[in-house]
């Protein structure tokens, strides 16, 4: 982690692990690529290593991220999807050229067509996110229940009842919110003691 930057949300799913880089988008938003550099970062973190990132490159990833928010949070309400949002889904997807690889030890590796190729990366994210949208993928599209995030998640639980986009955050100032709640309705009930 660098210093004075808002701490990575790592979930276990690229496209809406990138979505949440944007958070609180219904509360004071917090902004987790906030330069070139952090968006390298995340990369990184997710194996789409890139060397550099220009801060045109940035904005490109930020409209693909808003856009992959906008579909999925359609798909999710079962809505329509946006139209603006899934062309630029496609623009993302359709102009890179990364390449899977096997590796010998039976995982997929992700190949850029050159070290600097944020496009790259951006394609196989909106590839992901297009799997999950079109609901190829064993799972469900949900929104988070805290009304300050309402980020869209992808649920991979057994049951489909996950109700937070990440345990340690929402869901848990959820539960201390309905803890405090609670204390103060028993308070104020008069048992007197
Ligand atoms: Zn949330």
């Not at 290593?49 to 808003?66: D, F, G, N, Y």
Request: with cysteine; glycine share 6%; proline share 6%.
């Amino acid at each position: 982690m660098r210093a004075g930057f808002p701490e990575f949300r790592l979930g276990s799913v690229l496209a809406t692990s990138f979505t949440g880089t944007l958070s609180e988008r219904f509360g004071d938003p917090v902004e987790r690529i906030p330069t070139p550099q952090r968006l390298v970062d995340w990369l990184a973190v997710y194996d789409l290593a890139v060397e550099s990132c220009t801060p045109a490159q940035l904005e490109l990833a930020k409209e693909l991220r808003e856009s992959i928010h906008a579909a999925a949070t359609a798909a999710a309400k079962q809505q329509p999807l946006p139209q603006p949002a899934v062309q630029v889904i496609n623009d993302r997807s359709t102009q890179g050229r990364a390449t899977a690889v096997l590796m010998p030890e039976g995982t997929r590796r992700w190949l850029l067509s050159s070290p600097d190729c944020v496009e790259d990366a951006l394609a196989v994210i909106a590839a992901d996110a297009i799997s999950i949208i079109a609901g190829e993928r064993d799972g469900r599209l949900a929104l988070c229940a805290s009304p300050t995030c309402q980020a869209a998640f992808f649920d991979t639980s057994r049951s489909r009842t996950r109700r937070w986009c990440d345990m340690n955050t929402c869901g848990n100032r959820e539960k201390k919110a309905r803890f405090y709640a609670n204390q103060r309705n028993n308070a104020g009930s008069g048992t007197g003691s």
